[in-house]
C-alpha cells in the first residue's frame, strides 16, 4: 500500500527557509509523477510544484525563484527546498503522487497526511 510521510514543517521567520521531505513506499517511485500542493486555512487547496519521473520541474507562480522541488528516486524521497519564504506561504504542505511518468493532465491518487508550514513576521 502506498504510503506518502512528509516532514520539515516548522515555524520560521519571513525571509528565512525550510526544506520539506516526502518518504515514499509502496510504490515504485522512480515511475511516478510527484507533486506538492498546499492549502491555507479558509482557502482551496493549490499546487506548488510537480516534478516528473525524469526530472521535469514546473512551479506555481507565486513561488518561483522562491522554491525547488526535487527527487532522489535512490531513496524514494520528495523534497521541496523553500527560500525567502513569506507570510502568504503559511500553510499545511501536503506530498501527493500519480502513477504516471509525466505530470502532464494527471489525477494525484496517493496524498500524505501533510505537514505545516506556518511563517511569521
Known amino acids: 500500500q502506498v504510503q506518502l510521510v512528509e516532514s520539515g514543517g516548522g515555524s520560521v521567520q519571513a525571509g528565512g527557509s525550510l526544506r520539506l521531505s516526502c518518504a515514499a513506499s509502496g510504490l515504485t517511485y522512480s515511475h511516478y509523477c510527484m507533486g506538492w500542493f498546499r492549502q491555507a486555512p479558509g482557502k482551496e487547496r493549490e499546487g506548488v510544484a510537480t516534478i516528473n519521473s525524469d526530472g521535469r520541474t514546473t512551479l506555481s507562480d507565486s513561488v518561483k525563484g522562491r522554491f525547488t522541488i526535487s527527487r532522489d528516486n535512490a531513496k524514494n524521497t520528495l523534497y521541496l527546498q523553500m527560500n525567502s519564504l513569506k507570510l502568504e506561504d503559511t500553510a499545511k504542505y501536503y506530498c501527493?503522487?500519480?502513477?504516471?511518468?509525466?505530470?502532464?493532465?494527471?489525477?494525484?491518487?496517493?496524498w500524505g497526511q501533510g505537514t505545516q508550514v506556518t511563517v511569521s513576521s
Open positions: 501527493a503522487a500519480a502513477p504516471r511518468a509525466s505530470c502532464g493532465l494527471v489525477s494525484f491518487g496517493y
